[in-house]
């Protein structure tokens, strides 16, 4: 099991660090980009990527248990980013970025008006965000001696960065934008 995990974890962290560095269009999106964009969000994901797989390769339980969190954190990072500007509305910056970087990829999903879709580079993200998260989770609980002693602290930083992120690509500027047009 422990295996499984870190391979789902590493598979994740190439995938990510290869589709945000790299150009793959159209598949993926970041042509349009800076370079420095690239690098930005390739480190700051790097970080929460790496460390579970990190945690799990040590087998420390308290780092296990965070590594564990730090997944289903960016799996809920994920879905505020897609899923809901994208049943919701999104708000005018996040349709901007998407217009701009996104919109040109191939995406699998309908059209939902204007609101962003999915591509398939972060369905495919998706889809190994939850399989490390689930993967890493099961690990965790196999793992002898180990337990959520701070089960807290994951919905307390899960609710924080859904919410922030629900914030930024839906709400955010709504009502400027509302308000401009009449």
């Known amino acids: 099991m422990l295996t499984l995990a870190i391979t789902l974890q590493a598979v994740l962290l190439v995938y990510h660090q290869a589709t945000t560095l790299f150009d793959f269009f159209p598949f993926n999106g970041v042509r349009a980009n800076t370079p420095r964009e690239r690098r930005i969000e390739a ?42 500007p994208y049943f919701f509305g999104p708000s005018p910056k996040w349709l901007e970025i998407y217009s701009r970087v996104q919109g040109p990829t191939i995406t699998v999903l309908p059209r939902r008006g204007t609101s962003p879709v999915p591509n398939l580079e972060h369905l495919i993200l998706m889809v190994l965000t939850l399989l490390a998260a689930v993967g890493t989770l099961a690990a965790f609980r196999a793992t002898p001696g180990a337990s959520f002693h701070h089960v807290w602290r994951s919905w307390a930083g899960g609710a924080a960065v859904f919410g922030a992120g629900v914030y930024q690509c839906c709400l955010m500027g709504r009502g400027k934008a509302k308000a401009q047009l009449t």
């Open 43 to 84: 480190a700051v994901n790097f970080v929460f990527m790496a460390f579970p797989l990190f945690a799990f390769v040590l087998r420390k339980p308290s780092l296990m248990e965070a590594g564990v969190i730090c997944n289903f954190i960016v799996l809920g990072a994920e879905f505020a980013t897609w899923w809901i």
